[in-house]
Nanobody, 122 residues
Framework: QVQLVESGGGLVQPGGSLRLSCAAS????????MGWYRQAPGKQRELVAT???????NYADSVKGRFTISEDSAKTTAYLQMNDLKPEDTAVYYC????????????????WGQGTQVTVSS
């Protein structure tokens, strides 16, 4: 019913940049918010950044000033621009969407992408 397709991960040297994309498709009536989470080996999944349909953003303290979340005009694709990457940013990055499905009864929930690997290493 809903697909979140991520792209843009890869291997980058410390200080480098990457841009992640997440495209949402399917029986979507409305997207309330989209976000990026990450999970490093042996650690819990943690919030990186979120953006609401009104454009309000929120960032983890560890990425403030380095990462920027944005979305396209249709509000169905979210981007994460990551600058000044550090080895501790290495993780699988997951896209998340809080959305409402088309149809009745109303069904609202969290959906996740499959994840994209980001590795920061020299």
């Amino acid at each position: 019913q809903v697909q979140l397709v991520e792209s843009g991960g890869g291997l980058v040297q410390p200080g480098g940049s990457l841009r992640l994309s997440c495209a949402a498709s399917g029986n979507i009536f409305n997207i309330y918010a989209m976000g990026w989470y990450r999970q490093a080996p042996g650690k819990q999944r943690e919030l990186v950044a979120t953006i609401t349909s009104y454009g309000s953003t929120n960032y983890a303290d560890s990425v403030k000033g380095r990462f920027t979340i944005s979305e396209d005009s249709a509000k169905t694709t979210a981007y994460l621009q990551m600058n000044d990457l550090k080895p501790e940013d290495t993780a699988v990055y997951y896209c998340n969407a809080d959305l409402l499905l088309v149809g009745l009864p109303t069904r609202r929930g969290d959906y996740w992408g499959q994840g994209t690997q980001v590795t920061v290493s020299s």
